[in-house]
């Protein structure tokens, strides 16, 4: 059974209890241009995955059902028995395998940015990602991520934005975020995505290129019950890039 990290959490907000779960070398600030919304509607929890933020540092390489034991013991000690969830890129993985493993807890599901159903050549490319960065230094590999993340217009108009997430890659430990990146780009959810119970929104970016409207579009076909919807213009970043229009989303379908 996988041990779970007593990661760092945050609660604001009233009403129905919705979990966020960010992505690789993030934290929960991650969501703080979308929690001004959505705490008017919901109890938002935020935490820090394990290794990130002010969660602590697990002590060996760690899997999928580590961060789900993670996400379990966040809910245990926030007291709701049920609640909504929503993870982006690496957290749209989380959250799904949660509610694999506690379809009882889960009352709605985001999948935001993120990916299933990939290609042989789509493998080779998130991989090849991996590889470079285990060669050359994460931070020989950063501009890549800029040019995956975030467009050309906000790189320019936000490029505050843009540094502090850097900077979050950066200040996160390197071993933490292979791990975490090696997570993602090995995980694949389109086995098993056609047992999740719970209602689903699958969003993703117009131009997000790993987690392409394409396989968007294959998770929505396996789920059970799930709504799909396609952002335009905008890339992986979302929570950054998009922040009222993927609150405006979540909202309008957690409250449908």
């Known amino acids: 059974m996988a041990e779970a990290i007593a990661c760092n959490y945050s609660l604001e907000g009233s009403g129905p209890p919705l979990f966020l779960i960010h992505g690789i070398g993030a934290a929960q600030d991650a969501w703080r241009l979308m929690t001004p919304a959505l705490r008017e509607h919901f109890t938002v929890v935020t935490y820090d995955l394990r290794g990130h933020g002010a969660s602590p540092m697990p002590d060996a390489e760690f899997g999928l059902d580590e961060l789900v034991a993670d996400l379990e013991r966040v809910r245990e000690k926030t007291g709701f028995e049920r609640a909504h969830f929503a993870g982006h890129s690496l957290g749209g993985m989380i959250g799904p395998a949660y509610a694999l493993q506690h379809p009882e807890r889960v009352m709605s599901l985001g999948l935001l940015s993120t990916a299933a159903g990939r290609s042989d050549e789509d493998s080779r490319k998130v991989w090849a990602v991996v590889h470079a960065m285990e060669e050359k230094g994460i931070l020989e590999v950063l501009n890549t991520l800029v040019d995956r993340w975030f467009t050309d217009q906000f790189i320019d108009v936000h490029g505050d934005i843009v540094k502090r997430r850097l900077q979050q890659v950066v200040d996160t430990d390197p071993d933490i975020f292979m791990n975490v990146f090696r997570i993602y780009a090995g995980t694949e959810m389109l086995p098993w995505l056609h047992k999740i119970q719970a209602r689903c929104l699958v969003l993703t970016g117009e131009n997000d290129g790993g987690c392409n409207p394409r396989l968007n579009t294959l998770i929505d076909e ?16 979302i929570l950054l890039e998009a922040p009222d229009q993927v609150a405006s989303q979540m909202i309008r379908f957690i409250n449908g």
């Open 222 to 237: 396996a789920l059970r019950n799930s709504e799909l919807v396609i952002l335009p213009a905008v890339k992986h970043a």
